[in-house]
T-cell receptor, first 108, second 116 residues
Framework: QKEVEQNSGPLSVPEGAIASLNCTYS??????FFWYRQYSGKSPELIMS????GDKEDGRFTAQLNKASQYVSLLIRDSQPSDSATYLC????????FGAGTRLAVHP | DADVTQTPRNRITKTGKRIMLECSQT?????MYWYRQDPGLGLRLIYY???????NKGEISDGYSVSRQAQAKFSLSLESAIPNQTALYFC???????????????FGPGTRLTVL
């Protein structure tokens, strides 16, 4: 059974802090990894994609991939209350396996 | 206009009824997917289609069927709805991957289905 595991949270951080979200995956054949943000009752929207080992930065977001450890992470710098949402990690080859999501709460 | 649309957005039905959920896209993508989302379980793949003549089962296809009427349209049917099919259903699309990698999936707004 191919799996993507995430801590369900909630992860609570103060406004302005760094939020660190983590994800592990079981399928070593996975080549593509994505972080999606999902507000309650809404559809997932793409935050970051990452395909190679290392870091990828986009504004306040940094995705990190370590294929040897089968580990993906997302860092959110200068967290804002509007970042409060569920973050879904997904990985795969031809199709994606989604984690259950980590709920992030940013408090003022 | 939204690139990926789903109809209906909300549906309440009774056990044993046949239900069809429809998805349309204007992104020009070949690949389309149907997922269901339950609280605490994340997104689970029901069916996917890589082109009009290609249909594949996902991890939870039992009790569901699909039809790919055109590149832009992908419908999900529940032949005889049961209460444990109550969930939020999402359609998604993606482009052909480059270099063997999976391309980003873009999601529709979702259909909230309740089976009584």
């Amino acid at each position: 059974q191919k799996e993507v595991e995430q801590n369900s949270g909630p992860l609570s951080v103060p406004e302005g802090a760094i939020a660190s979200l983590n994800c592990t995956y079981s399928d070593r054949g996975s080549q593509s990894f994505f972080w999606y943000r999902q507000y309650s009752g809404k559809s997932p929207e793409l935050i970051m994609s990452i395909y190679s080992n290392g870091d990828k930065e986009d504004g306040r977001f940094t995705a990190q991939l370590n294929k040897a450890s089968q580990y993906v992470s997302l860092l959110i710098r200068d967290s804002q209350p509007s970042d409060s949402a569920t973050y879904l990690c997904a990985g795969g080859y031809n199709k994606l396996i989604f984690g259950a999501g980590t709920r992030l709460a940013v408090h003022p | 206009d939204a690139d990926v649309t789903q109809t209906p957005r909300n549906r309440i039905t009774k056990t044993g009824k046949r239900i069809m959920l429809e998805c349309s896209q204007t992104k020009g993508h070949d690949r389309m997917y149907w997922y269901r989302q339950d609280p605490g379980l994340g997104l689970r793949l029901i069916y996917y289609s890589f082109d009009v003549k290609d249909i594949n089962k996902g991890e939870i296809s039992d009790g569901y069927s699909v039809s790919r009427q055109a590149q832009a349209k992908f419908s999900l049917s529940l032949e005889s709805a049961i209460p444990n099919q109550t969930a939020l259903y999402f359609c998604a699309t993606s482009d052909l991957p480059t270099s063997g990698l999976t391309d980003t999936q873009y999601f529709g707004p979702g259909t909230r289905l309740t089976v009584l």
